[in-house]
């Protein structure tokens, strides 16, 4: 079983920055993947970023060249830096992990962007 903690989330003004944590806990599972997922209202759940344990990245074409995922192996973490948040941006985001068996997901935390 993995459990899956996101912190960062906040209220921030346009043009702004955040950064978001996912900290993986558990034993006996190996992570391949983990990626950050976002569900704005009225909205059906997106991907946002994916790195995998080799550190190949990708991103959604709405966050390209202002987001970056990147992964520490050694705590199990998985880091997403926003920068030039946009209104668009306010959403719930959700981390995911993806092991050999199972996908899980943290609870989320929210992201407000707006003046």
């Known amino acids: 079983q993995v459990q899956l903690v996101e912190s960062g989330g906040g209220l921030v003004q346009p043009g702004g920055s955040l950064r978001l944590s996912c900290a993986a806990s558990?034993?006996?599972?190996?992570?391949?993947?983990m990626g950050w997922y976002r569900q704005a209202p009225g909205k059906q759940r997106e991907s946002v970023a994916h790195?995998?344990?080799?550190?190949?990245?990708r991103y959604a074409d709405s966050v390209t060249g202002r987001f970056t995922i990147s992964r520490d192996n050694a705590v199990n973490t998985a880091y997403l830096q926003m920068n030039s948040l946009k209104p668009d941006d306010t959403a719930v985001y959700y981390c995911?992990?993806?092991?050999?068996?199972?996908?899980?997901w943290g609870q989320g935390t929210q992201v407000t962007v707006s003046s």
């Open positions: 790195i995998t344990s080799a550190g190949n990245v």
């Open positions: 995911n992990a993806l092991t050999l068996s199972r996908t899980f």
């Open positions: 558990g034993s006996g599972f190996s992570i391949v993947a």
